[in-house]
């Protein structure tokens, strides 16, 4: 019979999580971070699986950040399972959960924020001004209270990966943060908690999201420009239900300076909604060599 794991030890509180965390260095342990708002689905276990490979010990935290969130935004409809969530982590050998309140991460006269500038400004920056500094703040106060040696963030959310890297190497934090490739449903979706609000019928058409990229993706990989594409992709979406496109870009994978060809490391990111949902995705695009 397989031995079982044991039980995450449960932590709630940012004294409680610095102890455990304390005991764990002590024995000369090394540690990662999975920062998570819940509602997990099989992205957020593979990374998990990620933090495991390279660590002793996982301590993943589940918080819904109100920060991040726009006053007409769903933070009171954002999918919360937690008895769900802390069964899944169980089954994979998580050592330790963190589950603060937001009074004790926002407490009364909390007054100080984090803003990133730069690989912050444009796409998610322009569309969603709020969204950035609200998780630039809750990740600093993540890292300064788990103090883990790796923290681990899914591609998915490739430009918010790109400002938790900046953030950590602004603010001289001993944390190397990590990316996770996106994790896809069959038919190329990309994981996500927000996929759940999305209708049979939407679903199907969500779809089509990834495979816009993918059909640019192939288009900058035989030489041709973005603009060939970008009118025509963005037709495409719409044609299929999506609202029109916040943002369709081919930005530097590194900077999010604007790119034409693929004459750098770079990537595709998009955000569309369909319905009421607002979705996301990102691809890597190789460089065309002449």
């Known amino acids: 019979m397989a031995k079982l794991a044991p039980e995450p030890v449960m932590l709630a509180t940012p004294t409680a999580v610095r102890a455990q965390v304390a005991a764990w260095r002590t024995a000369g342990e090394r540690i990662a971070l999975v920062p998570t708002m819940g509602a997990l689905h099989a992205g957020h276990l593979a990374l998990v699986e990620a933090a495991k490979a390279q660590a002793d010990r996982v301590l993943v935290s589940i918080f819904v950040n109100p920060t991040q969130f726009a006053p007409h935004e769903d933070f009171d409809q954002y999918p919360r399972h937690l008895d769900r969530d802390l069964q899944a982590l169980s089954t994979l050998g998580v050592d330790g959960i963190y589950t603060p309140t937001r009074a ?41 209270q788990c103090a883990p040696d790796l923290a681990v963030f899914g591609e998915k959310d490739y430009q918010q990966l790109l400002v938790i890297r900046q953030m950590a190497r602004d603010l001289d934090l001993p944390v190397t943060v990590v990316g996770h490739p996106t994790v896809r449903e069959a038919d190329g979706l990309a994981l996500s908690s927000r996929n759940a609000y999305l209708s049979v019928d939407q679903r199907a058409v969500a779809a089509h999201l990834p495979q816009t990229l993918h ?74 060599v002449p």
Do not use: C
Not at 222 to 229: M, P, T, Y
């Open 215 to 288: 059909h640019i993706a192939a288009g900058l990989a035989a030489g041709k420009a973005f603009a060939d594409f970008e009118k025509e992709a963005k037709e495409r979406l719409r044609a299929v239900g999506f609202e029109p496109p916040d943002y369709l870009d081919f930005r530097d994978a590194e900077t999010l300076e604007p790119l034409d060809r693929a004459t750098w490391p770079g990537r595709l990111l998009v955000a569309a909604k369909l319905g009421q949902t607002r979705l996301i995705d990102n691809l890597a695009v190789p460089v065309v």
């Open 104 to 144: 004790l991460m926002y407490p009364q006269g909390h007054q100080t924020t984090v803003s990133v500038s730069g690989v912050a400004h444009p796409m998610e920056g322009e569309y969603r001004p709020h969204f950035f500094s609200g998780v630039a703040t809750i990740v600093a106060k993540l890292f300064i």
